[in-house]
């Protein structure tokens, strides 16, 4: 009798913990899911953000986020990554491209970016989304930090010359940080083939059929 009421017990226990455990994943998930769709939610809207810094609304009337296109370009590609490149129109017609690109070099690993291109081939600017420069130095890229990246507004390939795309200390026409040059080379160099590519590109990077996605930064 005493062992029945043993095997009883352990068989409760059992289905309790079963209970508990089913109860516990379906918490877990459900936790997982509606912090998944947060999380995701905040990542568009700090990447429109940065969009929308360097193309503000008020110069498109299409959905960046969506107008987008995966690209697989040679000269820009890091660990064979093809380059997303958000697309803005007004009625249609092209206005800017905004590759989202990654400098390898910099001084302490990648630098990802995103550098606007006006259609005019000028650049409407750059802005670093991550990297991970030394503070205090490197980490004068960010444009919280200092103006050093606003000086790519409105430069071209032929302002200043090809020839001159290139830090100060390299013989160019860009300044360097204080106590850091191979981060703002690595930018300026990356900056440039983003251009060159836009270049003789620059038809097919807004014929290419529209992806209903992207995949970030």
């Known amino acids: 009798m005493e062992n029945n009421n043993t095997l009883q017990s352990v ?14 994943g379906a918490l877990v998930a459900i936790t997982f899911t509606l912090t998944e769709d947060k999380i995701a939610e905040n990542e568009r809207e700090a990447l429109l953000k940065s969009l929308h ?20 370009i040679p000269s ?19 206005t800017f491209a905004i590759f989202s690109v990654t400098a390898p070099d910099g001084y302490s690993g990648a630098i990802n970016l995103l550098i606007a291109v006006n259609i005019d081939e000028s650049l409407a600017g750059v802005r670093v989304v991550s990297h991970k420069e030394t503070p205090g130095l490197g980490d004068a890229i960010e444009i919280v930090r200092s103006d050093w990246i606003r000086a790519f507004e409105g430069k071209s390939l032929n302002n ?32 440039k083939k983003t251009l060159e590519y836009f270049i ?6 807004f014929k290419t059929r529209k992806s209903h996605g992207n995949n970030g930064l």
């Open 11 to 24: 068989k409760a226990a059992g289905k309790a913990l079963a209970i508990f455990a089913l109860i516990s």
């Open 53 to 72: 810094e360097l193309v503000p609304p008020q110069l498109h009337n299409n959905d960046l986020y969506q107008d987008t296109v995966e690209l697989d």
């Open 76 to 94: 820009l590609n890091y660990r064979a990554k093809k380059i997303t490149v958000y697309r803005a129109r007004i009625d249609s017609i092209p």
């Open 160 to 191: 200043p010359s090809k020839s001159r795309w290139s830090v100060k200390k390299d013989g160019g026409d860009f300044d360097q940080l204080t106590g850091a040059t191979i981060t703002p080379r690595a930018i300026v160099k990356i900056t």
């Open 200 to 205: 003789d590109n620059k038809t097919n990077v």
